[in-house]
């Protein structure tokens, strides 16, 4: 099949008065494409974490919808000037697409660790910055479509950009020990290394019979792909354990969400108001902030994941925020997927104290009593007038008294008092 003058076909396939029926196909398949990468970043930007990860997949959909209105532009202003405008978006989405695989997949799989990797990924960007100069001073990888030096080079470029990209993921799903990650790798690598083998051959078949490249609707597949690895294994998590934060800010005890590298990645208020933070960290809080004796409860709970058991409570030392300590009973969870690995640890706290023996030497009224039981908790206030079916002011009153007749100011000295610190003597 012999190639024709490909720039110059295209200018005269342009000056036609009509569309095409392979043009309004194109057209559609362009727009559908752009619809569902639209479609993808914005569930994973209301649905999923606010983490690295997410963010640069919902950049890596963005970059494959301007990819696609290239493509439309290509097709519905092929009789004007803006046919070199659309040109240009569209090879601009088409290197941006795997310039922000790259970061996906570096983010995914933590590889931006490796000193190695990121230079290649800054020639990778050196690259691709003189081929945007190249597009958008002189619209050069347009002209030279599907056969002249400057297409042909990008699209080698590309291929071998693409390659390093399986290969960070392959490395990846290689090393770990966890089946869904290895699953998620192979995913990942067959779909990417699918679709760029095909995305290849269509833009020069395409091409070859004098139509505009089409390459953008091919990361379909991919994104099909992901979507899948998204659904049946959970990719994409910034920690494996995701739990519904409305589940555990409901519960009345403080609970730690605890992932596989021993990083807190979630708490509920009553965690908070325990460990006297004012809101919950931006990012994952390493375990042994938190717990005084973190080594040895790691240690415990590797046991008892050996052992086969999913369950162990112990007696703990909750640091707080003010470094003070507070002493519990910690119930930790072990949660475990389909597969027999393990996801993460929920880690349900309350102060371990002699309450009785408190309320009887400090002769606390019963409002007084069931205040302290909510601040005990690790409920707010707004949470305790829920609960005891009061107003907020009422609440505030009663804390007042609770605070005033146990010679206290604040929740951390009510804390303190009750690790037996500074025990006063009642008033008769």
């Not at 697409?97 to 960007?125: D, E, Q």
């Not at 833009?203 to 390459?215: E, L, R, T, W």
């Not at 004796?293 to 707080?320: C, E, H, P, R, W």
Request: glycine share 6%.
């Amino acid at each position: 099949m012999q190639v024709k003058p490909c720039y110059e076909e295209l200018t005269a396939y342009r000056s036609g008065a009509t569309l095409m029926p392979t043009v309004i196909i194109y057209i559609m398949i362009s727009s559908i494409a752009c619809v569902s990468y639209l479609f993808l970043g914005i569930s994973v930007l209301v649905f999923g974490k606010n983490s690295a990860i997410h963010k640069s997949f919902v950049a890596l959909c963005a970059i494959l919808a301007l990819w696609s209105i290239g493509s439309v532009g290509q097709e519905l202003f092929q009789h004007n000037a803006l046919a070199s405008l659309f040109d240009k978006i569209y090879y601009t989405g088409s290197e941006l697409f795997i310039l922000a695989g790259i970061i996906f997949v570096m983010f995914l799989t933590g590889s931006w660790k490796s000193r190695v990797l990121v230079y290649i990924f800054l020639l990778v960007v050196s690259r691709m910055t003189i081929y945007q100069i190249a597009n958008w001073g002189w619209n050069l990888l347009a002209k030279a479509y599907p056969t002249g030096f400057w297409f042909v080079s990008h699209q080698l470029f590309s291929v071998v950009e693409v390659l390093f990209m399986i290969v960070i993921v392959a490395i990846w799903g290689k090393k770990t020990t966890l089946y869904r990650e290895r699953a998620q790798a192979k995913i990942v690598v067959f779909s990417t290394l699918g679709g760029t083998i095909i995305g290849v051959l269509v833009d020069f078949f395409s091409g070859a019979h004098g139509y505009n490249p089409i390459s953008n609707t091919i990361p379909l597949l991919w994104v099909s792909a992901i979507c899948f690895a998204i659904i049946r294994y959970g990719l994409l998590q910034f920690s494996p354990l995701c739990v519904n934060r409305n589940l555990i800010e409901h519960m009345d005890q403080a609970v730690f969400v605890i992932d596989v590298s021993w990083n807190i990645t979630d708490l509920n208020s009553a965690a908070l108001f325990l460990v006297e933070y004012q809101e919950a960290p931006n990012s994952p809080l390493p375990m042994k902030e938190v717990f005084l004796d973190s080594f040895s409860i790691i240690k415990k709970l590797q046991a008892v994941m050996n052992s086969g058991n999913t369950f162990y409570s112990q007696s703990d030392y909750i640091l707080t925020l003010h470094k003070n300590s507070i002493q519990v009973v910690a119930n930790y969870s072990i949660v475990n997927d389909s597969w027999g690995d393990m996801l993460g640890i929920l880690a349900i706290c309350y102060p371990q104290i002699d309450l009785r023996a408190f309320i009887d030497h400090y002769k606390l009224s019963e409002r007084q009593t069931d205040i302290l039981r909510h601040i005990i908790s690790g409920r707010s206030q707004t949470q305790t007038a829920e609960a005891l079916f009061i107003s907020l002011p009422t609440v505030k009153t009663h804390t007042t008294s609770l605070y005033n007749r146990l010679g206290i100011s604040s929740r951390s000295e009510l804390y303190a008092l009750l690790r037996g610190e500074n025990l006063k003597t009642s008033d008769e």
